[in-house]
């Protein structure tokens, strides 16, 4: 049996999906625009075309993100590569993106030393270095699989990373830094929304309990790591800015603040380490 465009996004409305979803995903499948779907409705789709078509209609009805089916998700002007190995990136990160830009709009007298913590898809580390060439800027992941990919998008981007496979700090031993800016794990273990990202890589979302532990090591870590005056920025769930300026304080920051996401809620928080007081 084979249908036309109409027909097929008539049938993917069915299943569920918004109108805009099945438009990207079956302007994916057959290489054209949006634009062109919506003056060619009437344009055939073979069997194959049509089947597989419906086989991702049926995957993102089940909740897969959109960003997977795609293989792609645009982060901070950049374009990024991304699969069922790192989280998908979110607008609410690029908070944390615009904050560390405007730290590092203050010259130094040298090139900035930054390094993101946890970098998944190589988000972080990609927009800043893309948006501040001069800034030498590290990236960390203990997923082989997403080191992987965070390297690809490097290469595509022809944006230099020194990248690391470990965890946390531990490739960064005897480094200091500028500026570190980290979007580690946050959901609590008993977080009901988790559900609905049992889809994405578990140990990307939540280290489990109160969701606190990898924010805490990370603090925790971050005075051997930064050069006297440099910044510690944090995503956090929006229910943890106190808590996370509470542990920012408790380690000795100054300057503690926090900074709401595009939907109002505080989302990163971070805060400046001052070495000699
Ligand atoms: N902000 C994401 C969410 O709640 C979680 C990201 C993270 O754990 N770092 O959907």
Known sequence: MSDSVGAALTQARALGLHRLDAQ???GRQLQQTRAWLIAHEDAALSAEQQQAF???CRRRA???PLAYLLGEREFHGLMLQV???VLVPRPDTETLVDWALQLLATPLACAPE???LGTG????????????PTARVCAVEVSAPALGLARANGTHHRLQIEWHLGDWWQPLAGRRFHLVA????YVAGDDPHLAALRHEPAPALTPGGDGLSALAHIVRGAPAHLHDGGWLLLEHGH???NAVCRLLADAGFTAVQTRADLAGRPRCSGGRWTALR
């Open 62 to 64: 089940d909740g897969e």
């Open 24 to 26: 990207l995903l079956l």
């Open 239 to 241: 229910e943890q800015a």
């Open 121 to 132: 898809s190589g988000a972080i580390a990609l927009a800043l270095k893309h948006r501040h």
């Open 182 to 185: 980290s979007n580690p794990p």
């Open 83 to 85: 699969g069922p190995e």
């Open 54 to 56: 419906l086989a991702l």
């Open 114 to 116: 930054v390094a993101d």
